[in-house]
């Protein structure tokens, strides 16, 4: 396993657990302790995680990945979400598209639809995520407005007040909401307030808001709320969520569509 793959797999069973030990961590990686005993202080330094006696912990609330090291994780039901939240746009119409890992592949999804393969703009695309705005400015038939902002190296996020100016002078069909945690009580929350900020004036400016979040974010909250539960129009989420958690959306009002 290289490093860059072991230290993605080690993030990632951070997040599940909160905390991590040397000696489980490398068994649930098959190498040795001193190895990961590295691979922590070099972690740390780059403040991923904070190192403990005989082990590391995550930062605590706020915590997030860097999306570099986010991009594989449940990427299967990511790109079916994506296909299906794509299939939702019709050609010719405003898409708000926030930044995340599953709004990525979302973008994705769009460029490669035959039926906006022309047209003038065949899609408007209105974006705070560089990442997003790279991948589909190479597409002449496809407009792409970014809101400007200040980056953040974690999600590749314009945030701040630079983008009102842009966001108070538009009107989208659509809003697509990549989210950390999307709960009935709490709403569709992020990580960080000012990306959360941002996200919550795509909503306002939208006509209708879908949610697109695999089955591990239902049912969680997060330290920023981007909206309530009530101003999303559909939630397009993996096969494995329960049916229980389903209805209790459909109950509210909200469209599921299990992917």
């Not at 296909?83 to 592949?105: H, I, Q, S, Y």
């Not at 902002?149 to 974690?154: D, E, I, K, M, S």
């Not at 990580?191 to 808001?209: G, K, Q, S, T």
Request: net charge neutral.
């Amino acid at each position: 396993m290289s490093r860059d793959a072991r230290w993605k797999a080690l993030l990632e069973l951070l997040v599940e657990r909160g905390r991590l030990d040397v000696e489980e961590a490398a068994a649930e990686l098959s190498v040795s302790a001193a190895t990961i005993r590295r691979d922590f202080d070099q972690l740390a330094e780059q403040q991923m995680l904070v190192r403990t006696r005989g082990g590391a912990v995550v930062h605590g609330v706020s915590y997030e990945l860097p999306l570099r090291y986010k991009t594989a994780r449940r990427a299967p039901e990511k790109q079916r979400i994506a296909t299906a939240v794509a299939d939702l746009v019709a050609p010719g119409e405003a898409v708000g598209l926030t930044g995340g890992t599953t709004t990525t592949e979302v973008a994705r999804a769009l460029a490669v639809r035959g039926d906006l393969a022309t047209g003038s703009p065949a899609l408007t695309v209105v974006t705070n995520a560089l990442n997003i705005a790279n991948e589909l400015a190479v597409r002449p038939q496809f407009k792409i407005v970014v809101t400007g902002g200040v980056a953040r190296p974690q999600s590749y996020e314009l945030t701040g007040p630079l983008a009102d100016g842009v966001l108070g002078q538009i009107r989208l069909d659509v809003a697509v909401l990549g989210v950390v945690a999307f709960d009935l009580v709490h709403g569709a929350a992020a990580h960080d307030e000012a990306e959360a900020a941002i996200n919550r004036l795509l909503c306002e400016r939208a006509e209708r808001v879908v949610v697109a979040a695999d089955s591990s974010k239902l049912g969680r909250r997060a330290f920023a709320r981007i909206c309530p539960a009530r101003l999303v129009d559909t939630l397009v989420t993996d096969t494995a969520v329960d049916r229980d958690t389903v209805n209790r959306f459909e109950e509210a009002g909200i469209r599921v569509l299990a992917v």
